[in-house]
């Protein structure tokens, strides 16, 4: 991506978005964090549930500080304060969370903003949504990192697919590079995971091969 690249051109080129918290030492936090930026990342959020405002500020500039390294863009979820707080180049809200129309109200038109969709009206109401950049399907498999959540499985990618909308979106859930090609065949062009890259022998070796499978379909 040139320099001069806007946060919409960077998403419109994005396909791999990785979730982590930041249980990491802060050193070993940013060497994480270089090492998959550097690896295929496209964008990265920091979601870490349990965390106040405060720490999570902390913690974002150092997701800051790399994601200006690598020209990538942050992330931050549920919360358009602490967004704006950071500086993120993205708010990302799921059903339960702030509405767009009053996450822009605050944050303005520059911020990109990302929705979950768990269900095919949802997707379809994603996809045409005033205010909304990208959106994301899932879970795929049932996934430990968000228990409970009841997964409609690859059927709302391929739901998803046939929208033929030209709004980004990413499949989510379960996701790595053992079932990669399901969600390729399934129609998906763009992933979001967690523990394919946070709990990988090589973090950066992962997104790596995640980055270059699904930049080759
Ligand atoms: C990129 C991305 N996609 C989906 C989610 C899930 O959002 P949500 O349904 O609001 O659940 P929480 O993550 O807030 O528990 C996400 N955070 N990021
Ligand atoms: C944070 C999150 N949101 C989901 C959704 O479907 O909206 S699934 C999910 C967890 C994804 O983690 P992993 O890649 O480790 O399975
Ligand atoms: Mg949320």
């Given at each position: ?5 806007t ?13 982590t ?5 802060q050193?070993?936090l940013?060497?994480?964090l270089?090492a ?11 979601r870490?549930k ?5 720490e ?23 919360r358009a ?9 993205v708010?990302?809200?799921?059903q339960?969370?702030l ?16 929705r979950s969709?768990?269900a ?6 994603a996809?045409?949504q ?8 899932g ?14 499985g ?7 697919a ?15 590079l053992?079932n990669?090609?399901e969600?390729?065949?399934?129609g ?5 995971v967690?523990?394919?890259?946070t ?5 950066g070796?992962a997104?790596?091969e995640?980055a270059?499978?699904l930049?080759?379909?």
């Open positions: 991506m040139p320099d001069t690249a946060a919409r051109d960077r998403l419109a080129d994005a396909r791999v978005y990785l979730c918290d930041a249980r990491r030492r050193g070993d940013a060497e994480f270089d998959v930026l550097a690896g295929g990342v496209d964008i990265v959020q920091l870490d349990g965390m106040e405002a405060a999570e500020l902390e913690h974002l500039e150092i997701f800051a500080d790399a994601c200006a390294r690598h020209g990538k863009l942050l992330a931050v979820n549920d304060d602490v967004a704006h707080a950071a500086g993120a180049d708010l990302h809200l799921g339960g969370d509405p767009v129309p009053a996450a822009r109200a605050i944050l303005g038109d520059d911020i990109l903003i990302g969709t768990h095919e009206p949802e997707a379809a109401a996809a045409v005033e205010g909304v950049d990208y959106f994301c399907t879970p795929c498999w049932p996934t430990p990192t968000k228990p409970g959540r009841h997964a409609p690859l059927g709302l990618v391929r739901y998803t046939a929208l033929g909308t030209d709004r980004p979106w990413f499949a989510i859930g379960g996701i790595d053992g990669l090609d969600v390729l065949a399934a998906a062009r763009r992933v979001v967690v523990r394919a890259i709990e990988a022998d090589d973090p070796a997104a790596g995640l270059k499978r930049r080759h379909v």
